[in-house]
């Protein structure tokens, strides 16, 4: 099984940086015969490397490029069997099963402490993942 794993913002202090490292670090390990495919835009802290774990890095962009071009394209490319999106959004355009976890809710609680078009992006994608 081949599993891309959008690891977008590992280099990023607090909640998501932490819960990145975490699946990072446990999930590979809890399927050894499996292939993990971290898709990130910075490179993969060193504690999290193993052997079945394998760093995509893709450039740097605003999110929407990110999850919907540039990780889409690449789970495609790899043929992942499966897509574990990670930042409250599903990419569009993959054709393989897909978990999508909802880190938060601070895009409704504290929009303010977001740029527009952040909280614009991650609100609407929040809504119609969700549905």
Not at 15 to 38: C, K, M
Not at 54 to 60: A, C, D, F, G, T
């Amino acid at each position: 099984m081949k599993v891309a794993i959008l690891a977008r913002g590992i280099d990023r202090p607090g909640g998501v940086g932490r819960l990145l490292s975490g699946y990072l670090g446990g999930i590979p390990a809890a399927a050894p015969d499996w292939t993990f495919y971290a898709l990130t835009d910075a490179p993969l802290p060193p504690a999290l490397k193993a052997e079945n774990l394998i760093e995509v890095r893709l450039p740097k962009t605003h999110p929407a490029i990110f999850d919907h071009v540039l990780a889409s394209k690449a789970a495609r490319r790899l043929e992942a069997d499966a897509f574990i999106a990670t930042k409250n959004t599903l990419p569009f355009g993959l054709t393989c099963r897909t978990i999508c976890v909802y880190l938060d809710l601070a895009y409704f609680a504290f929009p303010r402490a977001y740029p527009f078009l952040d909280r614009f992006y991650m609100r609407a994608m929040f809504r119609r993942r969700a549905r």
